[in-house]
Each structure stands twice: as C-alpha cells, then as structure tokens.
Nanobody, 121 residues
C-alpha cells in the first residue's frame, strides 16, 4: 500500500513564500513522474508543476519563475517552493505520483489528500 502525504500549506501574505512537501511511503519500488496540482474554489484542477524521474521539470505559465519543484529520491519526497505568492495562488494543492511497487509491477497513479494554501492580507 502506498500513501502520499502533503504538508506545508497555510496562510501567507501576498509576496510571501511557502514550501510544500509530498512524502510517499509504503511498498514503493520506484517513483517516476510527480506533479503538483491545485484546485481553487469553483475552478478546474490544474497542473502547477511536474518533475520526471530524471529531474526534468515543467511549469504552468502562471507560476513560471515563482515556483520551483524538486525531489529528494532518498526521502521519497517532492517539494514545491512557492515564492512571490499572489492571492490567485489560493487553492488546495495536491500531489500525484506515478509509482511502481515491484520490479515488474505496473505503473499506478496515487494522489495525496491535499493541503490548503491561502494567500491573503
């Protein structure tokens, strides 16, 4: 069984910073690509940033230059450093990971429960 747990959300003023963590645990053989998503009230969920197992990254245009995704494979953890936060960044942030649990196992998609980020003065 695999679990993803996000942490690091909270209330921050505009212009502030937060670092989100997505920690995977359980019967993990390998973590492949990981993505951070967000969903604001009344809006569709959107991909904010992604990172491949090789470390290649991609970002939504709205966060490019402000957010940085990184991974620590030894800790099975992916981070999202968010700087220069804006009120429109307010959302529930969730991580999604493509994980194999055995050497020949299929790739499966796992989601965390989400962490709230509120940017407000």
């Amino acid at each position: 069984q695999v679990q993803l747990v996000e942490s690091g959300g909270g209330l921050v003023q505009p212009g502030g910073s937060l670092r989100l963590s997505c920690a995977a645990s359980g019967s993990i053989f390998s973590i492949h690509s990981v993505g951070w998503y967000r969903q604001a009230p009344g809006k569709e969920r959107e991909l904010v940033a992604g990172i491949s197992d090789g470390g290649r990254t991609n970002y939504a245009g709205s966060v490019e230059g402000r957010f940085t995704i990184s991974r620590d494979n030894a800790k099975n953890t992916v981070y999202l450093q968010m700087n220069s936060l804006k009120p429109e960044d307010t959302a529930v942030y969730s991580c999604n990971a493509q994980i194999t649990t055995t050497i020949r196992g299929p790739l499966r998609s796992y989601w965390g429960q989400g962490t709230h980020v509120t940017v407000s003065s």
